[in-house]
């Protein structure tokens, strides 16, 4: 038999389907149908430092500190962590809040930076400062407007760590409410989770959100922090876990106890800048990591690329439909069971929806991954 253009596009769908298959179920099934034990220890097994850069995050922190100090982490009776807050050169009245729970909290030590580090843009060195300034070797990482799960936030995220896994690799969705770019933005957020999350419980992790990450200081100290990246205004957390992340020192911890909650952007707009922010550190990742999220989204552009001329070659047809209809069962089905396991149950009825809308977002966004990258971040 010949070989026709007609049946060498519909050989080219196929591969596409088959290569998204692939990740579908040799990646994101490993989410999907993961189960996180719910037990705890009765008692903490070694002390944390929780580090908190803010900067004008008056309001975030008067609200949200105290749940932080507040955690339920002890040992013998006592609390066994740290809240480290960096107040980075902050104009409202951080400074002031801090010193007044100080008072109440005697396991609240802030760091108040008065120079800002002209050379190191972004969080890294307020961090770096904070990382430095605690007392403790297992930190946690997030972020001023973020809201804990619950008051077993800090044992879970601990719970990850052992003599061998020196990285915990948390969830932190947004809040939801009634608005089209909230689902926008949780969707995409929640799309991203499934791919980290995913590839780190294949023994590939390549990246961390800094909103509820937790590693050893160690780690932090043998890479000498930032450094190989402390030009890149992004990066404080998925460069750094990309650096230093292997698959035998990464955990991922996933229970709703874990999460923590923060607000997302009010417009498109606004969250069209903070996104392409964030894709413009990809370019800096693992060769074979690059490699392997470019696959994913090349192979999943050409999917529905070569879908509709597909459709056009009658005798192709019912081959075309079948093999569509397998992908989206699939692809549906898997997504369906990471929304349960991520608790996102309010956007399973979206999912074929962003499938398609996936492939605008990615096509919009190709200058900032491979090309464009922002200069700040305040």
Known sequence: ????????????????????????????????????????PEEARFPVSIIVSAFNEEANLRKNLPLLLEQTYQKNGRRYFEVVVVNDNSEDDTFYLLNQLQEQYPHLHAVNLTQEAKLIPGKKFPLSMGIKSARFEHLLLTDADCIPASTHWLARMASGFSESKKIVLGYSPYNKNKTAVNKYIRFETLHSAIQYLSYALAGMPYMGVGRNLAYRKELFMQVKGFSSHHHIVSGDDDLFINQVATANNTKVVIHEEAFTFSEPKKTFEEWKYQKRRHLSTGKFYKQKHKLSLGLYAMSHFFFWISLIPCFFFYHFIFITAGIFLLRMMVHFFIFYRCCRVLKENDLIKWILYFDLWQLIYNIRNIPYVFFKTHKSWK
């Open 1 to 40: 038999m010949s070989i026709t253009p007609d049946l060498l596009l519909c050989a080219v769908f196929g591969l596409f389907t088959l290569i998204q298959l692939f990740y579908d179920l040799f990646f994101f099934a490993r989410l999907a149908f993961y189960h996180q034990k719910e037990e705890l």
